[in-house]
């Protein structure tokens, strides 16, 4: 049976330059791969999966929370890429862990694990809880040397945790931090409930 994967990391750790990657490797080996992103990920343009060091490809598919996946649209594929998985739906991730049975093709998610208040986005907490396999693509923190592995959410330079889950944005409104980077500027006891 094909498997589920799930790599993920903070911004700024260049999943999404991996999946492009990915798929040019499929590609330029004359295999056939779908690439695939939430329909509300618009930063970059409608079908555009884009990497911050310039690389981009089109989207094959855009997806909403409520989209149906049918096995036969997939049939033939050599993989399934995802950008963006964190803000896919609980089901959606159900629909994609079972095209790897019918029809048994590989699926390859990338996303954030965590939103800026430490929380798990839904897309990403189900492929923790159905993956076969789950990959960390590392970054340092943008403040010091070690490993990040939260998110922060910046407002005219200075970290929050007020607004939205959702805010889409790059590196002008995040950044990549350590544990101990991110409880300096916002202690963890502060954060809302979830």
Known sequence: MA???FR???MNSAKTLNLLAVAHNYRAQGKRVRLMKPRL???FGAHEIASRAGVTMQADALVDADSVLSPEEFRGLDCVLVDEAQFLSSRLVEQLRMLTRDPGVPVIC???RTDFRTRLFEGARRLLELADSIEEVKVTCQYCNKKAILNMRLVD???TSEGAQVM???EERYVPVCFGCFDARLPIASLPPG
């Open 157 to 159: 330079g200075a970290a």
């Open 168 to 170: 889409l944005g790059a």
């Open 41 to 43: 990920d618009d930063r």
């Open 110 to 112: 990338y996303g954030l």
């Open 8 to 10: 993920h990391g903070t």
């Open 3 to 5: 498997k589920l994967y």
